[in-house]
């Protein structure tokens, strides 16, 4: 049976379609400026009790998207980048960055000196707009590279006067949560928008074929690289995902609690679908303080949270979680890794509201497949999204079908790959790397499983050589690079164990050139150039590394290896 006949659309629900329009709005901004013209007065992102509007939004992204266009060396496809947490101050540039025609480069706030540097030289970068927090980090990293124009914010810096110097002074000196830093040159948040309303911003003219979003990923090799989305890429992906997890939503009437990352594209496009809907977005800035988060779940009465598996663990394991009352919750999302069968049945039993798992990757904005609305966890993940095909790929590329027959799952189990609008370009300027996960127009994914006789999808194997803790990509030749540079390793690999609380972590199987060498060398070492969960928790030492006959590192049989004597 052939797959690309989309058995799957017989099990879709009234109202959810076939088909989506991915052309419905011309770029991200005008889906913003659609929403305005009904809801322009709506509250539309939430952060530290400072409310701001749709209309709010739109006017103070045209004044940062007036402050770009009059800086020296910046036009239309440049590259800015973003560096900042849940805060109101990322909308306002991510929508002034594609008003004015440019390119947004998405950047984890934790990274070290040495990541962002990478992606920053990568992406060609001209601009970044930075909170403070993390200025030093910045700072570190322009010893080896430039970048020409950089805008520091503050967390308070959208509350009102008062409230702002009182929070910023907080922060700072009460909390110690900003190193000392030096940036020649940088330009406060408020000063660029005020220079950005005296300037003007001179409307550009956007097609949703142009590319919004450089996200990086290490995609199957581990390499990291930018995924460009095109505004199409991304829409196409908020029709899809709007049309399925929405049948109940209604437009002004629902309040989201944006706890993931939106420098992660599932918290990203997540964010652009609730806000279709014209949605209260309740953005929190630190998702770890869970007595917080629980205490905004309780004001706000949610209903819409999407989430990982490690969160909604963490959540519905809480005392004071289980005492809100869940009436208007009508939709919770999984994604970033799988969601375990007693983490969804707890959700459900203490919500009354299904955990709607999806699967999904950055090189498809990220949505392409879920289970159906309401669906309690079956261990897949669904079905494809509207528009959206996918098919089971062996050797030679080989269609493996649908399997019918439970007994013969391994026959058609193979390589995921997808076809659909919300489907990457390609890797920034890397050919090469677009080539190799392109075949007849379709995306191989790298990630393993099979399609039963409906067309549902249940995956057997991550990609090969992923880690995923706490729902983030974790790539093994990251952390092996930089092990392998320290001098006493003479060599070392890389594998993710499971863990309960994180789902994994990372443990890093070395051979020592240096017989001096410890554990807590090479914990400080990662520290020092990776982000904290990409550090290795289990460190061992052994004689030799297992490989295959070529010389390639068997990692499948890292897990279980114990230290040498």
């Known amino acids: 049976m052939d797959s690309t006949n989309r058995p799957w659309l017989s099990f879709y629900p009234e109202g959810i379609t076939p088909d989506i329009n991915p052309d419905r709005f011309a770029s991200i901004p005008d889906l913003f400026d659609q929403v305005a013209k009904t809801h322009g007065d709506h509250p539309a992102f939430v952060c530290m009790d400072r409310v701001l509007t749709y209309n709010d939004v739109n006017r103070l992204s045209r004044d940062f998207a007036g402050y770009l266009q009059s800086l020296p060396g910046l036009e239309r496809g440049d590259r800015v980048a973003l560096m900042m947490p849940n805060v109101q101050q990322y909308i306002i540039c991510l ?7 440019m390119i947004a480069v998405n950047v984890n706030p934790l990274y070290t000196s040495h990541e962002l540097a990478h992606q920053l030289e990568d992406s060609g970068s001209k601009a970044i707009i930075i909170i403070e927090n993390f200025a030093k980090t910045l700072q570190s990293a322009l010893k080896s590279v430039s970048i020409e124009h950089i805008v520091t914010t503050k967390i308070g810096d959208m509350l009102p006067c008062y409230k702002r110097v009182l929070a910023n002074f907080v922060v700072r000196y009460v909390k110690k949560m900003v190193p000392e830093y030096n940036l020649p040159g940088h330009v406060p948040f408020l000063t660029a928008l005020r220079r950005g309303r005296s300037h003007g911003f001179t409307p550009v003219e956007l097609k949703n074929t142009d590319v919004a979003l450089l996200q990086y990923t290490g995609g199957t090799t581990g390499v990291a690289k930018g995924a460009m989305l095109s505004h199409r890429n991304v829409l196409a992906n908020v029709e899809q995902t709007g049309n399925w997890i929405s049948l109940k939503f209604e437009m002004g009437k629902e309040v989201a609690m944006t706890a993931l990352p939106l420098y992660h594209i599932f918290s990203f496009t997540a964010t652009l679908c609730f806000s279709k809907y014209a949605a209260t977005q309740v953005m929190v800035p630190n998702p770890r303080d869970i007595p917080g988060l629980i205490e905004l779940c309780r004001k706000w009465d949610f209903s819409v949270i999407p989430g990982v598996n490690t969160l909604f663990n963490t959540m519905v394991n809480n005392k004071e979680f289980k005492t809100l009352k869940f009436s208007r919750l009508k939709c919770t999302v999984g994604g970033g890794a799988q969601v375990q069968r007693n983490v969804a049945e707890k959700w459900a039993a203490v919500t009354g509201c299904q955990i709607l798992e999806a699967y999904g990757l950055t090189e498809t904005s990220p949505g392409v497949c879920g289970l159906l609305p309401n669906a309690p966890w079956d261990g897949s993940v669904g079905f494809p999204l509207p528009s959206t095909y996918v098919s089971i790929r062996g050797e030679q590329f080989k269609d493996l079908g649908l399997c019918s027959d439970p007994e013969k799952i391994a026959e058609h189990t193979g390589e995921i790959c997808v076809k659909g609008p919300q489907v990457m370009l390609g890797y920034w300027e890397k050919p090469e790397e677009t080539a190799n996960v392109f075949v007849d127009g ?11 006789k409906d067309g549902r999808i249940t995956i057997t194997d991550r990609k090969k ?16 690079s930089v092990i392998a540079s320290m001098p006493g390793v003479l060599e070392c690999g890389v594998v993710g164990v499971s863990n309960p609380r994180v789902g994994e972590t990372v443990k890093a199987v070395i051979v020592k050139k240096d017989p001096a060498l410890t554990r807590d060398d090479v914990v400080k070492y990662c520290r020092a150039r990776l982000t904290g969960y990409k550090c290795p928790r289990t460190v061992i030492f052994v004689k030799a590394l297992p490989k295959t006959a070529v010389g390639k590192i068997l990692r499948r049989d890292l897990r279980d290896l114990k230290e040498d004597a």
Do not use: C, H, Q, S
């Not at 050589?465 to 092996?480: F, K, S, T, W």
């Open 95 to 101: 929508l002034g960055i594609l008003r004015a025609g």
């Open 442 to 452: 379709w995306l191989r994914t790298g990630d393993v499983g099979f399609m039963d």
């Open 465 to 480: 050589d992923l880690i995923i803790v706490n729902g983030l990509n974790v790539y093994p030749n990251e952390i092996e």
